[in-house]
């Protein structure tokens, strides 16, 4: 089946540090999206990527679509004590019996230090 | 808009007993997708609900089973559980012409004794 390689798995910095994480897959996908969750919660959506090259922000955090389909990033600029969690992609393949079905990645736990 | 709610959140049963859990998705929403997060196996996906029909299913036995209401509430059931299905229930909504983008709720922690 499909899988997701996400590193690094976790991450130590200091407050005030850009972070930045990635996922890789051997299938193409046609959306890739990142979430972050805290402990006892459900994962909330930070960035939803629609398009091969694409290159979205949502406030301090920035991530692109790979140009292959099957690859994405995600950085964190200026990291603050509350962007602690554990980060997750997840992707949704292209279509058929698996469309609408996410695939996520094994999360890449963060801990900031202020 | 109120967001994804499930409950109970947290649930005790003994092995080979069932369990019900409900999630109401976000005003809307018509998709409703149920994934289950273990430490050793991350997160993996059950099944996905539209209109009252399952148009999705992963790779988990049969007595991981589900349904929706018209009103596009969804409920899952287990049944005979056992020690391993001890997880994290997670259910996910999204909008009919945005199935990708899926709405999280906070989960239902359910622990097997």
């Not at chain 1, 499909?2 to 959306?31: A, H």
């Amino acid at each position: 089946g499909q899988q997701l390689n996400q590193s690094p798995q976790s991450m130590f910095i200091q407050e005030g540090e850009d972070v930045s994480m990635n996922c890789t897959s051997s299938s193409i996908f046609n959306t890739w999206l990142w979430y972050k969750q805290d402990p006892g919660e459900g994962p909330v959506l930070l960035i939803a990527l629609y398009k091969a090259g694409e290159l979205t922000s949502n406030g301090r955090l920035t991530a692109q679509f790979g140009i292959t389909r099957k690859d994405s990033f995600l950085n964190i600029s200026a990291s603050i004590p509350s962007d602690v969690g554990i980060y997750f992609c997840a992707g949704l393949s292209p279509g058929g019996t698996s469309y609408g079905k996410l695939t996520f990645g094994q999360g890449t736990i963060l801990t900031v230090h202020p | 808009k109120a967001g994804v709610t499930q409950t109970p959140r947290y649930l005790i049963k003994t092995r080979g007993q069932q369990v019900t859990l409900s999630c109401s998705p976000i005003s809307g929403h018509r998709s409703v997708s149920w994934y289950q997060q273990t430490p050793g196996q991350g997160l993996q996906f059950l099944f996905e609900y539209f209109s009252e029909t399952q148009r999705n299913k992963g790779n988990f036995p049969g007595r991981f089973s589900g349904r929706q209401f018209s009103n596009s509430r969804s409920e899952m059931n287990v049944s005979t559980l056992e020690l391993g299905d001890s997880a994290l229930y997670l259910c996910a909504s999204s909008r009919p012409e945005a199935r990708e983008t899926q709405y999280f709720g906070p989960g239902t922690r359910l622990l097997v004794l």
